[in-house]
C-alpha cells in the first residue's frame, strides 16, 4: 500500500494580532524577541523525546465528577504517517461519547466530518468480561478521497474522546493504557485490532518496532469552585517579573508549561489569550504603563466570574 505525497500538511492555526493600540516600543519588541529565543532553546529538546520514530501518548484529562471531559491521543513522529489502527482501554464503567479526528487529522481532510476510511467506537478485550475500551482504524485521505500523509510534528492529536465517569465514581486519578488486540463491538469477525502505523511507503511500526507507548492518566476532581489570584503571575511565585512574561510567550507560542491557573495569564481581562497580554505585562513591568486588570499585586477573585477561563490551581493565595 502506497501514499504518494499529494498533499502538504499546513496547520490550520495562524495568529493574528492586533496591536494597533499599544505603543511602538522597538526595544520591548528586541525583549521579546530575546525572550522567544530563549524558548525555542530550552524546548530545542523536544526532538530527543524518543529514539523510536513514532511515539503515542495521551493529553493529561482533569474530570469534575459529575461532568465529561475529550480525551486526545498525540503523536509525536520523526516520519510521516499515512494510516494506523490502535486501541486502548479506560476505566472500568466510565461512558464512551463520539469518537472523532483529532485536530492534525482535521486540517487534513479540508473540511470533511472524517476521512473516507475511518472507523472508530468502543471495544474490548475478550479474555477479560470488564474490559472497556476504544479502536481506531484510519487511512488518511482528503476531501477527495486522495491518499494523503500527515507530516512528522510534536503534538499531532490523531483521535479525540468524549469519556464521562460513571455516578459516584471517587476523586483520585486513572490510567489510560494504550493495548493490543482489542475486538472492535458490533464485530462480525470478532478479529482483534493490532496496534500499527504505517507510513507513506507501506512500511509498519509496532510497540517495541518503531513505536513507543506512553500511559495516560485521568484526574477526577470535585466541581472547581472559584479562587483567588493574582493577576500576571505566571509562575505562581506571588509577584509579578520577567519570568512570568517568558512563561506566557512559552505558552502561547509553543505549548509549553501551561499555568494552573489560566487566568493569571489573561492580562487585560477580557477573556481571551493572545499576544496583546505579554506585551501589555512587560509594558507594565518595565514602562509602568496600563497595569493588567484586577486582581493585581494582591489575592483576589476575577471581578467576570462568568469567563470561561479558569483558575484550578494556585498556591500563592489561600
Not at 489569550?273 to 505585562?281: A, E, F, K, M
Request: net charge negative; glycine share 8%.
Amino acid at each position: 500500500m502506497s501514499f504518494g505525497n499529494k498533499t502538504q500538511y499546513q496547520s490550520p492555526t495562524r495568529w493574528i494580532f492586533v496591536l494597533d493600540r499599544l505603543p511602538d516600543r522597538s526595544w520591548v519588541s528586541k525583549l521579546m524577541a530575546v525572550c522567544l529565543m530563549a524558548i525555542l532553546f530550552t524546548t530545542s529538546g523536544l526532538s530527543a523525546q524518543t529514539q523510536d520514530p513514532y511515539c503515542l501518548h495521551f493529553d493529561d484529562l482533569q474530570i469534575e465528577t459529575d461532568g465529561s471531559g475529550e480525551l486526545e491521543v498525540y503523536l509525536y513522529h520523526l516520519l510521516p504517517l499515512g494510516a494506523f489502527s490502535l486501541g486502548f482501554e479506560v476505566p472500568e464503567g466510565w461512558q464512551i461519547g463520539e469518537v472523532e479526528p483529532g485536530d492534525a487529522i482535521e486540517s487534513l481532510i479540508g473540511g470533511a466530518s472524517s476521512p473516507e476510511f475511518w472507523l472508530a467506537g468502543s471495544a474490548s478485550d475478550p479474555n477479560q468480561p470488564d474490559s472497556n475500551g476504544v479502536t481506531v482504524l484510519c487511512i488518511l485521505t482528503d476531501s477527495t478521497n486522495n491518499l494523503i500523509s500527515l507530516l512528522p510534528g510534536v503534538d499531532n492529536s490523531l483521535v479525540e474522546v468524549d469519556l464521562a465517569p460513571p455516578p459516584g465514581t471517587p476523586v483520585g486519578f486513572y490510567d489510560v493504557d494504550f493495548k493490543q488486540a482489542l475486538v472492535p463491538t458490533g464485530s462480525v469477525t470478532n478479529l482483534p485490532l493490532d496496534l500499527v502505523l504505517v507510513d507513506p511507503d507501506g512500511m509498519e511500526y509496532s510497540p517495541g518496532l518503531g513505536v513507543e507507548l506512553n500511559q495516560g492518566t485521568i484526574e477526577v476532581i470535585s466541581p472547581l469552585l472559584e479562587r483567588e489570584f493574582i493577576r500576571g503571575d505566571l509562575d505562581d511565585s506571588g509577584h509579578l517579573n520577567l519570568t512570568d512574561a517568558v512563561k506566557l510567550l512559552s505558552w502561547l507560542f509553543f505549548g509549553v508549561s501551561e499555568p494552573g491557573c489560566i487566568e493569571t495569564a489573561d492580562i487585560n481581562n477580557d477573556d481571551n489569550l493572545n499576544l496583546v497580554d505579554p506585551v501589555q505585562l512587560l509594558f507594565y513591568l518595565f514602562l509602568n504603563e496600563v497595569p493588567p486588570a484586577e486582581p493585581l499585586n494582591q489575592c483576589g477573585f476575577d471581578p467576570n466570574p462568568q469567563d470561561i477561563l479558569t483558575c484550578e490551581e494556585y498556591e500563592s493565595c489561600p
